[in-house]
């Protein structure tokens, strides 16, 4: 019986911290101003990553062709080659939505244009990190909701924000 309200009181703990972190809406406007004139948007994906991308499918595809016209090619069973065939339209539909993605900041939140359309209010987020990754600069934004929500930045203008963005979202203790 005693049981039951502990794993509550720790939500709650929880969600008492998480609140704590949240920028006041003085900072909150500080930030935004900070960012420049909105809404800020640009490539989701550098543009070397595109193309990388695109390579690598033309490889896959040109090797899936080769081996599918090739004596070889005919010992290959229908399930697997159809299996192939799957992952390789999987591949395609990645690259395509690499190359047309777009991530967009604005006074109400963030969003991208992805394969499904990813976007946060910024009363939502609760906590945001930046992930500067070689290949790609990210933010992942952590929402009330609890689940996290990456965002990509293909611009050196996106990044410089995403930055900004963590150091004001940043755990504060």
Known sequence: ????????????????????????????SALLEEI?????????WPLWIKILAWIIVLIIG???TYTATSPGGHNISPLVAGSILVCFLALL?????????ETRITRVGIEQSWITRRQVA?????????????????LVCFTSRGRPVVFQAGTRELQVAFARIALVYRRRR
Request: hydrophobic letters at 45%; a negative charge.
């Open 1 to 28: 019986m005693g049981l039951s309200k502990v794993p509550a009181q720790a939500e709650q703990d929880l969600s008492d911290l998480l609140d704590t972190a949240m920028p006041s809406p003085e900072e909150r």
């Open 36 to 44: 420049g004139p909105l809404p800020l948007h640009g490539q989701a």
């Open 62 to 64: 040109m090797q899936i």
């Open 93 to 101: 539909v990645v690259a395509r939505f690499m190359l047309v993605s």
């Open 122 to 138: 910024w009363e939502d987020i609760r906590f945001a990190k930046f992930i500067p990754l070689f290949t790609s600069k990210r």
